[in-house]
């Protein structure tokens, strides 16, 4: 059974740096693509970023390029996402999500992911 387990959320100030990971478990993931989606209160879930975890070939919401990236690990099953200059309107929920190789849709989709993890609170304060 997929598992995905994000760690790495807090409470920061305007400007700091954060780095989120995402474990994953219980398949074999060099062909899955991996995103982090994240959700404010009140607001619809939204993409992030992505990752082919074969190829490493990242995209990014326009609201984060420039100030996160993300990479994956493939010796420790991990997916991280380091945030820096962090904004208050980056604080929400942010959650791991892994896509299966033949599932349809975007990476950017939410409805695309196949799995999801708990999700980890990020909270900016100005």
């Known amino acids: 059974q997929v598992q995905l387990v994000e760690s790495g959320g807090g409470l920061v100030q305007a400007g700091a740096s954060l780095r989120l990971s995402c474990v994953v478990s219980g398949g074999t993931f060099s062909s899955y693509t991996m995103g982090w989606f994240r959700q404010a209160p009140g607001k619809e879930r939204e993409f992030v970023a992505a990752i082919r975890w074969g190829s490493g070939t990242a995209y990014f919401a326009d609201s984060v390029k420039g100030r996160f990236t993300i990479s994956r690990d493939s010796a420790k099953n991990t997916v991280y996402l380091p945030m820096n200059n962090l904004k208050p309107e980056d604080t929400a929920v942010y959650f791991c999500?892994?896509?299966?190789?033949?599932?349809?849709?975007?990476?950017?989709?939410?409805?695309?992911?196949?799995?999801w993890g708990q999700g980890t609170q990020v909270t900016v304060s100005s």
């Open positions: 999500a892994a896509k299966r190789p033949l599932s349809s849709g975007n990476y950017y989709g939410s409805e695309s992911y196949d799995y």
